[in-house]
């Protein structure tokens, strides 16, 4: 049994190597920001509520986010662990989390301010079906247009200027002192985000631990 926090700042690779973690490892991959995406997408009360504050780049309250992590994990379905991504984001989320749940590790994914607007400005979804690009070094191979199903790509609501600085200052504020508080408790791995994402993956595993990469395995996929 596994149990992992992954941190880091907007843009940093979160998703990416939760992702690739989760996979080869059999974890359950529990992204906070993608369940509250997936209730505003499918306009549900949950959505509503949460909608407008996600759009500004706000934090959305600690009892709603409380709730959700708390009925993601009591559904048990995490036979091999989890690595909860998005999750503790302020100090209160992160006291509820350690009284509820032990952990084997936190892995901050480190990566300058400086990189951060470049990589969040050239992100892009699918609209249909949600898979990611970036327009560094993952284009599509038909501009605006999912090689998997064709769908749209579209930007994320808040990757725009105006909420990316909010979102920057929500994480330094209230994000900061969860990493320090991990830090204190020996917790965490830090790993440098900058190389390619093989790379960092790899240094990931072998920092916690972990069966190396295999990156052959998943070429033909
Ligand atoms: P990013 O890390 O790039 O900001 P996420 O997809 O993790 O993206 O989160 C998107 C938004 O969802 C956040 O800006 C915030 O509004 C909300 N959110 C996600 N996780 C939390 C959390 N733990 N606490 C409060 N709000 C959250």
């Excluded at 490892?25 to 993608?34: F, Q, R, W």
Aim: contains cysteine.
């Amino acid at each position: 049994m596994r149990k992992y926090v992954i941190m880091g700042i907007q843009g940093s690779g979160k998703g990416t190597h939760a992702g690739m973690l989760a996979a080869d490892l059999d974890l359950v991959n529990i992204g906070v920001g993608d369940i509250l995406r997936w209730n505003v997408q499918n306009h549900t009360k949950l959505g509503a509520q949460v909608r407008r504050t996600m759009a500004a780049g706000e934090l959305v309250g600690d009892d709603v986010i409380e709730g959700i992590v708390r009925e993601r994990l009591a559904g048990h379905d995490w036979n091999y662990g989890f690595i909860i991504d998005g999750f503790p984001r302020s100090e209160r989320q992160a006291e509820f989390f350690l009284e509820s749940y032990d952990i084997d590790g936190v892995i901050y994914l480190d990566l300058p301010d400086s990189e951060v607007r470049r990589r969040v400005m050239a992100r892009r979804l699918c609209a249909g079906c949600g898979m990611d690009y970036n327009l560094i070094d993952n284009s599509p191979r038909e501009k605006g247009r999912c090689d998997a199903c064709g769908g749209e790509l579209v930007s994320r609501e808040d990757d725009t200027e105006e909420a990316l600085a909010v979102r920057l200052r929500e994480y330094h504020e209230k994000t900061g002192p969860v990493l320090d508080l991990f830090r204190r408790k020996e917790y965490v791995v830090t790993v440098d985000s900058r190389p390619p994402k093989e790379q960092v993956q790899q240094t990931i595993r072998a920092r916690l631990g972990l069966p190396a990469y295999q990156p052959a395995e998943r070429a033909t996929g």
